[in-house]
């Protein structure tokens, strides 16, 4: 990464993305490192899971008056687990948990390279070049297909139509339960239209600027 004279926010920004995606690889990788020394001595550990919980104990005080106001508190709450065993135990659980962070960091990952993308070309002083609408398109499509499917598994999930490893088998006492995996990128949907819509604009612009620049 080598940094320019000519500063500009389109250079911070990209310069941002870079660092950032750079981060999610050596995350990843320490995070193998970490699994594998845990695998050496026959026992893994599995961070940071992701939770809804229903708590029926919070149910008496989830509603609470003030002198000139009211509190509602819902029963809900979202946690992380954390989980610890022998792998001929837990490997189900160590694969399938481990693996949703996989696809959560590639994900992430993909989107900040295609946004350096972007940035670079605008940073060069060409915000209409040719690759940028194909850019945000790609984005957008990737924004409405993990959206779609994350709330699709949260929907099955929820719905207990799809078992947990470990997690839907802990016993928890009477009134608690883990009600879904909390999933990222539940509203990406949205920000997937609105990306697509941005990529065909830009298309557009593109072709408008094209033609301006034939006519002179």
Known sequence: MKFRKDWSLAYFLLYLCQLSYWLIILGVVVEIISSIGYLTNGRVVIRDIPVNMELEQFDPYKDIEFANSYMNIPERMTSEIHISGDYEEVKSAFFFYNGLKIYENAVFFILLYLFSKVLRNVAEGSPF?????????????????????NFSFLFLNSGHFISLPILNNLGFPEGIDITYLDLFGKDFIF????????????????RIYEEQKLTV
């Not at 940028?132 to 398109?137: D, G, H, I, K, P």
């Open 191 to 206: 920000a997937g239209i609105f990306m697509i819509v941005l990529g065909y604009i830009f298309k557009e612009g593109t």
């Open 129 to 149: 070049h040719s690759k940028n609408s194909t850019y945000l398109s790609q984005i957008g499509t990737i924004l409405f297909a993990v959206g779609t499917v």
